[in-house]
């Protein structure tokens, strides 16, 4: 008797653990993808990235964060498969993947009560002047397009 009870709760536990099997791969992608964004740093990046696109450089003079930690969180975040990368000689510059990744931060702030969101990096003089990346240094970018050809 005790041991039909004991079958019984197997027979209960391993169907129990079955249906968990099978919705616990999209609750565990969702988690993931939600780790990968969570630092408030990468929040930062992928806002200072916005639609277009940035290297290294352009998020080191908007963000006032230093290269190493910039890139430790852009290796992340392309792991996470959030990025894509072009290469310009020796610069790489990164783009979201999505652009729907802006709108979930922008529907998280609304539901966190921010009321603004700075976002979408534009080259401004400032930038321009503190990067020398082939879209802010003319002669940079000259040859550049000569060493390409």
Same mark, same amino acid.
């Given at each position: 008797?005790?041991?039909?009870?004991?079958?019984?709760?197997?027979?209960?536990?391993?169907?129990?653990?079955?249906?968990? &099997?099978?919705?616990?791969? /999209?609750? &565990?992608?969702?988690?993931?993808?939600?780790?990968?964004?969570?630092?408030?740093? *990468?929040? *930062?990046? =992928?806002?200072?990235?916005?639609?277009?696109?940035? $290297?290294? $450089?352009?998020?080191?003079?908007?963000?006032? =964060?230093?290269?190493?930690?910039?890139?430790?969180?852009?290796?992340?975040?392309?792991?996470?498969?959030?990025?894509?990368? +072009?290469?310009?000689? +020796?610069?790489?510059?990164?783009?979201?993947?999505?652009?729907?990744?802006?709108?979930?931060?922008?529907?998280?702030?609304?539901?966190?009560?921010?009321?603004?969101?700075?976002?979408? =990096?534009?080259?401004?003089?400032?930038?321009?002047?503190?990067?020398?990346?082939?879209?802010?240094? /003319?002669?940079?970018?000259?040859? =550049?397009? &000569?060493?390409?050809?």
């Amino acid at each position: 008797m005790i041991s039909d009870i004991f079958v019984y709760l197997n027979i209960i536990y391993d169907i129990f653990k079955m249906t968990n &099997i099978k919705t616990q791969p /999209s609750e &565990i992608k969702i988690s993931r993808f939600l780790k990968a964004i969570n630092p408030p740093a *990468r929040i *930062r990046i =992928l806002l200072a990235i916005g639609e277009g696109e940035a $290297c290294v $450089c352009h998020l080191e003079t908007i963000l006032g =964060l230093r290269q190493a930690l910039i890139s430790q969180h852009l290796m992340a975040l392309r792991e996470a498969e959030l990025l894509t990368t +072009r290469r310009a000689g +020796r610069y790489i510059f990164y783009q979201l993947k999505d652009d729907r990744v802006l709108n979930l931060i922008r529907l998280t702030a609304e539901l966190a009560g921010v009321t603004e969101v700075d976002n979408t =990096l534009s080259p401004t003089e400032k930038i321009q002047a503190n990067c020398c990346c082939p879209h802010c240094d /003319s002669e940079a970018s000259d040859i =550049l397009e &000569i060493s390409e050809v």
